[in-house]
Each structure stands twice: as C-alpha cells, then as structure tokens.
Nanobody, 123 residues
Framework: VQLQASGGGLVQPGSSLRLSCVGS????????IGWFRQAPGAEREGLSC????????YYRDSVKGRFTISRDNAKNTVYLQMNSLKPDDTAVYYC?????????????????WGQGTLVTVSS
C-alpha cells in the first residue's frame, strides 16, 4: 500500500491541526497504521497507532490527552487530531502501514511509509 500524509503547517502554540494519511494500492483496512515524527537531529519516534481489525490504539505518553488517532476505512484514511500543540511538537510527521494489522510504536515493524508532512509550532 502507498501512503500520502498531509495536513501539516505553521501554527501557534496551543493550536490544533489534523493530519491525514491516505492509502492506495492495497486493502487499506487490513493494515495497522502508525504515526511517527522526526525532529532535526533526533530519532524517529512513534506517536500513535491503530490496529486494522478492532481499532485498538496506542499513544506515546507525551501526546496522550492531546492527540487522537482514528480511521475511516471507507475513505482509506487515518487521521491524527493534534490539539494543544507545543513548540516541542515541531517535526516532520510520517504515517506508516504494518501489513500484519497490528499496532506498534517501533518504526522497524512497518512496511510502507508516507513522504512526511512538516508541522511547525511557533509564535
């Protein structure tokens, strides 16, 4: 499956953004989908993911209560709603697909990656 992430931009602290990850070329609802981010000079970190079959979710501690992942299989899309954004959230955000259908915070578990969308939180 090919993935395309979008929805990034420049926002002020405390603002919200919704990222979208659209899949094509595969049976999207069979895939677990994860959201990751990578800041300059830092490793890629797993933020949130959602399983294929039952929609179970995972959140990194630093985004719990602020970020919400959801999926709409009819639209081949997974969303990441990000609220109360902070300057530390500035990074390139990526979505990725795991053909096992499971949910993992580890990049190595994923088979396909989108191209990334830049989120900048600054006043």
């Amino acid at each position: 499956v090919q993935l395309q992430a979008s929805g990034g931009g420049l926002v002020q602290p405390g603002s919200s953004l919704r990222l979208s990850c659209v899949g094509s070329g595969g049976t999207f609802d069979y895939y677990g989908i994860g959201w990751f981010r990578q800041a300059p000079g830092a490793e890629r970190e797993g933020l949130s993911c959602i399983t294929a079959s039952d929609g179970k979710t995972y959140y990194r501690d630093s985004v719990k209560g602020r970020f919400t992942i959801s999926r709409d299989n009819a639209k081949n899309t997974v969303y990441l709603q990000m609220n109360s954004l902070k300057p530390d959230d500035t990074a390139v955000y990526y979505c990725a697909a795991d053909r096992s259908g499971y949910c993992s915070p580890y990049p190595r578990e994923y088979d396909s990656w989108g191209q990334g969308t830049l989120v900048t939180v600054s006043s």
